[in-house]
């Protein structure tokens, strides 16, 4: 079965950097899309960024800008979320979430796609 376990998240102040991680276990990063997705209260989830494949295709959310980058580590099956110059507006709940297909560009966009959720881990940027 698949466990997805994300660390990484904490208190930090405008324009800092956080790195977060996601330990996966239970499927193959060759055949799979991994993402992560975002809440913050009173607001609906929403995509940030998604992987797929042998060749890492990489879907961002309009709002990155440039300041995250999604990548995996598949010597240690992890994937990670680099966040820079992070905003108050980026505090929220962030999830990571899988699927055991290739989702094509448009499915990468909504979470009934990602049957696999991690636990979350808390980002809070302070202004």
């Known amino acids: 079965q698949v466990q997805l376990v994300e660390s990484g998240g904490g208190l930090v102040q405008a324009g800092a950097t956080l790195r977060l991680s996601c330990v996966v276990s239970?499927?193959?990063?060759?055949?799979?899309?991994m993402g992560w997705f975002r809440q913050a209260p009173g607001k609906e989830r929403e995509f940030v960024a998604g992987?797929?494949?042998?060749?890492?295709?990489?879907l961002y959310a309009d709002f990155v800008k440039g300041r995250f980058t999604i990548s995996r580590d598949y010597a240690k099956n992890t994937v990670h979320l680099q966040m820079n110059a992070l905003k108050p507006e980026d505090t929220a709940l962030y999830y990571c979430?899988?699927?055991?297909?290739?989702?094509?560009?448009?499915?990468?966009?909504?979470?009934?796609?990602?049957?696999?959720w991690g636990q979350g881990t808390q980002v809070t940027v302070s202004s």
């Open positions: 239970g499927l193959s990063f060759s055949s799979a899309t």
């Open positions: 979430v899988a699927a055991d297909a290739l989702l094509t560009r448009i499915d990468f966009y909504s979470p009934r796609n990602y049957p696999d």
């Open positions: 992987i797929k494949g042998p060749g890492d295709y990489i």
